[in-house]
């Protein structure tokens, strides 16, 4: 249940953007949120596993703190890691 209330990307709101050039099926296996301030951005979420078994689904939490960079210098490297984790699965 508290899956299906988190958004995924592509989906109106702070994700709508994030993963733009994705297929809408890699997308929609993707629940996550968001947050942010100055200097740090995280996101936590789900992620299905292309076969649908539920017992195989990845639980993430990616924190950035500190970081003194533009939001758009990190984006790359955090959408990055969320990928590599949905491609293992």
Known sequence: MYRRSLPS???HGTLEYMFSKES?????????????MNGVRCYSGYILP????SQKTIVFSLLTNNVVADSW?????????IKALAAEN
Request: glycine content about 14%; cysteine-free.
């Open 24 to 36: 809408a099926a890699f997308r929609s296996r993707i629940f996550m949120k968001s947050g942010s």
């Open 73 to 81: 210098m990190v984006n790359p490297s955090i959408d990055g890691i």
């Open 50 to 53: 292309e076969s649908g078994d």
């Open 9 to 11: 990307p592509g989906k």
